[in-house]
């Protein structure tokens, strides 16, 4: 019971130490069923001494802390297949222990939203073909500005709308291609120059051997899946959506309201966080 005292001794600074708990639990209960010495005695060349062999608990503790917190169980359950991206599970589970994205609540809550704003983690930038009436009904409040917009075939032309919608949001500067260069990207569309400018500095900050320009380069976004998740985590963190999700054990609305500004999509971004929830029995 060395290990669990340790673990005691040090709960106020382990984000995660319920599920180093239960694994250490899990792991103990296994051993105790094995019989390994006893059987493996008779084993030509199989150690028969009884020496005892020490190891460092404070790197076995570290070495619990590598188990996933996110599984292909989890993004299956609401997405089908989306668990065999080995890259984005990668990637998830890099990224959102970084952001104290850590505990049952705060994972069903971030992948409910990241995957309703991404198609299922399929699509990691927002597309630019939109038709007249579709763009009408996603941004109402501009209604009088996309009516003047001139169509380029059967769509509205681009960079125009962007321009139009996004153009003074978010730091952008009106007059120039910023509502377009700066459209949502990433597994929760990161929008504006604000927040591009904000998250490139957070990760360089971070990552003092991979430095990157996104505000001159932020097709990055959503062209590499570790910017793509990574960002979605910077927006997570850096509007105290933790918090939010602590607070929110059943309903996702007060959540969906901060990423979207309203509740568009919020039947399924419940549904999939009440799938994610049964998958992590919460």
């Given at each position: 019971?060395?290990?669990?005292?340790?673990?005691?001794?040090?709960?106020?600074?382990?984000d995660?130490?319920?599920?180093?708990?239960q694994?250490?639990n899990?792991?103990?209960?296994?051993?105790?069923?094995?019989?390994?010495?006893?059987?493996?005695?008779?084993?030509?060349?199989?150690?028969?001494?009884?020496?005892?062999?020490?190891?460092?608990?404070?790197m076995?503790?570290?070495?619990?802390?590598?188990?996933?917190?996110?599984?292909k169980?989890?993004?299956?359950?609401?997405?089908?297949?989306?668990?065999?991206?080995?890259?984005?599970?990668?990637?998830?589970?890099?990224?959102?222990?970084?952001?104290?994205?850590?505990?049952?609540?705060?994972?069903?809550?971030?992948?409910?939203?990241?995957?309703h704003?991404?198609?299922?983690?399929?699509?990691?930038?927002?597309?630019?073909?939109?038709?007249?009436?579709?763009?009408?009904?996603?941004?109402?409040?501009?209604?009088?500005?996309?009516?003047?917009?001139?169509?380029?075939?059967?769509?509205?032309?681009?960079?125009?709308?962007?321009?139009?919608?996004?153009?003074?949001?978010?730091?952008?500067?009106?007059?120039?291609?910023?509502?377009?260069?700066?459209?949502?990207?990433?597994?929760?569309?990161?929008?504006?120059?604000?927040?591009?400018?904000?998250?490139?500095a957070?990760?360089?900050?971070?990552?003092?051997?991979?430095?990157?320009?996104?505000?001159?380069?932020?097709?990055?976004?959503?062209?590499?899946?570790?910017?793509?998740?990574?960002?979605?985590?910077?927006?997570?963190?850096?509007?105290?959506?933790?918090?939010?999700?602590?607070?929110n054990?059943?309903?996702?609305?007060?959540?969906?309201?901060?990423?979207?500004?309203?509740?568009?999509?919020?039947?399924?971004?419940?549904?999939?966080?009440?799938?994610?929830?049964?998958?992590?029995?919460?």
């Amino acid at each position: 019971d060395t290990i669990l005292n340790i673990l005691e001794q040090h709960k106020e600074r382990l984000d995660n130490y319920e599920q180093l708990k239960q694994h250490y639990n899990n792991q103990k209960t296994r051993i105790e069923k094995l019989e390994f010495f006893s059987k493996c005695r008779s084993i030509d060349g199989f150690p028969t001494s009884d020496s005892v062999y020490h190891f460092n608990p404070i790197m076995m503790v570290a070495e619990f802390g590598r188990e996933q917190l996110i599984t292909k169980e989890m993004l299956n359950a609401i997405c089908p297949n989306a668990g065999s991206n080995q890259e984005l599970l990668n990637a998830l589970n890099k990224y959102c222990p970084q952001y104290q994205i850590n505990t049952p609540l705060r994972i069903a809550h971030f992948l409910a939203q990241t995957a309703h704003e991404s198609g299922c983690f399929q699509n990691f930038g927002e597309g630019i073909y939109y038709r007249l009436s579709t763009a009408l009904a996603t941004w109402p409040s501009r209604n009088n500005d996309i009516n003047k917009l001139p169509l380029d075939g059967r769509y509205l032309k681009q960079p125009d709308l962007f321009n139009a919608v996004y153009g003074t949001r978010n730091g952008n500067i009106a007059g120039t291609d910023d509502g377009y260069n700066f459209r949502g990207r990433g597994l929760i569309q990161l929008t504006g120059r604000t927040n591009y400018t904000n998250y490139q500095a957070s990760h360089n900050a971070k990552n003092s051997d991979d430095i990157q320009d996104f505000i001159n380069n932020p097709s990055l976004i959503a062209t590499n899946i570790n910017y793509a998740v990574e960002s979605a985590c910077w927006f997570w963190d850096s509007n105290q959506l933790n918090l939010l999700a602590d607070q929110n054990v059943t309903d996702v609305t007060s959540v969906t309201r901060k990423i979207n500004g309203g509740t568009n999509g919020l039947t399924e971004r419940q549904e999939f966080f009440d799938a994610v929830k049964k998958v992590l029995g919460i």
